[in-house]
């Protein structure tokens, strides 16, 4: 029979005793943590997670030494390299490197070069770091922490990109916007070097949203611009497509002025070339100041986009507009990147089911349904709708389904294909291998054939608390499926 409560423990409010209930995890110095394959500076081997264990942070010049063995196999300490923080420090070189702290919560990894991935299945792991407590002062002595076990190798899912998705491929190549991952992200569940680990699981290419994901942001630190260029390096990663923000209505008072909004964009322009990436998105809102920033976007060599998203379809009055502007300046620096958002066939589940518990009757949803699907603007069926007992407090409810969903014909590709850089494969959920409200085979199809030579980027938006990059993956592996399929269509007549 279980011990009873005690009177201390009964009395503890409810957040203080779960605390209290972690059960903590292991300072040892190897982590429970595969084994992964990588690239480093283009030279190929293997990382194994790490932790300080020490009870404090500790500069790396008290690392006096790190020793490691692979299935008995001894490593030579003078290739073994310690990689904190995105950047690779030599053992051999950690003597004097006072300014460079270890924090002790921060895990690291050890890279080992190795000429033969490690193959999949357990490997035993004997490992021992030498630390000096820099404050002792009966002499410097060291401690010597050591640590052994068995570590899995997780090829499930490949390190390196597919051949499908490799960066000089011509046509439709596929990677994910850490967008998709946003719900983890936001729930302190995977870090950002987690995010790069599961792009790199993916293969391919690598899209960031500039406020999410870069400290700092819109300027770019030395500090992120080395961590994001390292773990690009390391999972074989390609930078696609970086989103700006143009955020018109920051201030309560008033709009930005042109010249604030050409102050706020350009450093994220200057940081997006200095990640390493070739293509920006913009919100249309930067129309407005599309002039001022091409002598920008040709000095740092990038290409912007007008991201066409929900609801900017294709036929709207806004998206001919950027069009018209874009043939007008006649600039290769200055494009279009349409959002799978605008070519949906249905409104997703969840998004009816979130009106519906919301209390709205199932009279005003299913007119809200038939309205959407008749093409009515989201202004004339507001006024239908309030008409037959809308509230107002339920109209920011009703409005996604507008705001987010579009119903263009993916035919309609071939009218802006000239300007498109880029593609934001939106997606809501799968089902049966396909994504049951975007109509992506008729999607691809059109950029398959009509010879569409870049990337599309995997962004997930629909409910949170799933498997997230499982959805990710099945999502590619359709498009993969699509892109084969329209690939040897397009050969057989000869348009490749």
């Known amino acids: 029979m279980e011990n009873a409560p005690s009177a201390f423990q009964q009395k503890l409010p409810e957040g203080v005793a779960a605390i209290l209930a972690h059960t903590g995890k292991s300072r040892s110095f190897l982590r429970d943590v595969p084994i992964q394959n990588v690239i480093r500076e283009g030279i190929g081997g293997c990382e194994i997670s790490v932790r300080l264990t020490?009870?404090?942070?500790?500069?790396?010049?008290?690392?006096?030494?790190?020793?490691?063995?692979?299935?008995?196999?001894?490593?030579?300490?003078?290739?073994?390299q310690l990689v904190l923080n995105g950047v690779s420090y030599k053992v051999s070189d950690m003597e004097n490197l006072s300014n460079v702290w270890w924090f002790i919560l921060d895990a690291a990894t050890v890279f080992v070069p190795r000429s033969r991935r490690l193959l999949?299945?357990?490997?035993?792991?004997?490992?021992?770091?030498?630390?000096?407590?820099?404050?002792?002062?009966?002499?410097?002595?060291?401690?010597?922490?050591?640590?052994?076990?068995?570590?899995?190798?997780?090829?499930?899912y490949p390190v390196l990109p597919?051949?499908?998705?490799?960066?000089?491929?011509?046509?439709?190549?596929?990677?994910?916007?850490?967008?998709?991952?946003?719900?983890?992200?936001?729930?302190?569940?995977?870090s950002l070097e987690d995010m790069f680990q599961l792009a790199g699981w993916l293969g391919g290419g690598v899209e960031i949203v500039g406020p999410a994901h870069q400290r700092g942001f819109p300027h770019l630190s030395d500090e992120f611009e080395r961590t994001f260029k390292s773990a690009v390096e390391r999972w074989g990663l390609t930078p696609t497509c970086y989103g700006t923000y143009s955020d018109p209505f920051m201030l309560k008072q008033r709009d930005l002025t042109p010249e604030e909004s050409v102050e706020?964009?350009?450093?994220?322009?200057?940081?997006?070339?200095?990640?390493?990436?070739?293509?920006?998105?913009?919100?249309?809102?930067?129309?407005?100041?599309?002039?001022?920033?091409?002598?920008?976007?040709?000095?740092?060599?990038?290409?912007?986009?007008?991201?066409?998203?929900?609801?900017?379809?294709?036929?709207?009055?806004?998206t001919q507009e950027l069009i018209v502007q874009i043939k007008k300046y006649g600039s290769p620096?200055?494009?279009?990147?349409?959002?799978?958002?605008?070519?949906?066939?249905?409104?997703?589940?969840?998004?009816?089911?979130?009106?519906?518990?919301?209390?709205?009757?199932?009279?005003?949803?299913?007119?809200?349904?038939?309205?959407?699907?008749?093409?009515?603007?989201?202004?004339?069926?507001?006024?239908?709708?309030?008409?037959?007992?809308?509230?107002?407090?339920?109209?920011?409810?009703?409005?996604?389904?507008?705001?987010?969903?579009?119903?263009?014909?993916?035919k309609a590709l071939a009218t802006i294909l000239p300007y498109v850089i880029h593609v934001h494969g939106k997606f809501y959920g799968m089902k049966n291998g396909d994504e049951p409200s975007i109509r992506f085979e008729e999607v691809i199809k059109e950029l398959v054939e009509?010879?569409?030579?870049?990337?599309?980027?995997?962004?997930?938006?629909?409910?949170?608390?799933?498997?997230?990059?499982?959805?990710?993956?099945?999502?590619?592996?359709?498009?993969?499926?699509?892109?084969?399929?329209?690939?040897?269509t397009a050969g057989e007549r000869g348009d490749k």
Request: hydrophobic letters at 40%.
């Open 120 to 156: 999949a299945g357990k490997h035993r792991v004997d490992a021992k770091l030498v630390t000096v407590e820099p404050y002792i002062t009966a002499g410097r002595f060291s401690f010597y922490n050591s640590d052994s076990r068995e570590l899995c190798v997780d090829d499930t």
């Open 333 to 410: 620096r200055l494009g279009l990147i349409p959002d799978t958002s605008i070519f949906a066939r249905d409104i997703p589940d969840f998004r009816v089911a979130s009106i519906r518990n919301a209390g709205l009757s199932e009279n005003i949803l299913s007119r809200a349904i038939e309205l959407w699907k008749a093409g009515v603007s989201i202004t004339q069926a507001l006024k239908e709708l309030q008409a037959i007992g809308l509230a107002k407090e339920h109209i920011a409810t009703m409005e996604p389904i507008w705001g987010t969903l579009a119903q263009s014909d993916p």
């Open 54 to 80: 020490s009870y404090r942070a500790l500069p790396l010049s008290c690392i006096e030494n790190l020793q490691l063995k692979i299935d008995g196999e001894e490593i030579d300490p003078k290739l073994i």
């Open 264 to 318: 706020y964009i350009v450093p994220q322009l200057k940081s997006a070339s200095r990640l390493g990436f070739k293509i920006v998105r913009l919100q249309y809102y930067a129309h407005t100041i599309a002039e001022r920033l091409l002598p920008w976007a040709e000095r740092l060599d990038l290409k912007m986009g007008y991201e066409l998203h929900a609801p900017l379809a294709i036929e709207s009055e806004v």
């Open 450 to 488: 009509g010879g569409y030579d870049g990337w599309m980027s995997s962004e997930y938006e629909g409910p949170g608390d799933v498997d997230t990059f499982h959805l990710v993956r099945e999502h590619q592996e359709m498009a993969r499926r699509y892109i084969g399929k329209y690939e040897i």
């Open 162 to 190: 597919s051949t499908e998705s490799m960066p000089d491929r011509k046509g439709l190549k596929l990677g994910v916007t850490f967008h998709s991952f946003t719900d983890e992200y936001v729930s302190y569940k995977w």
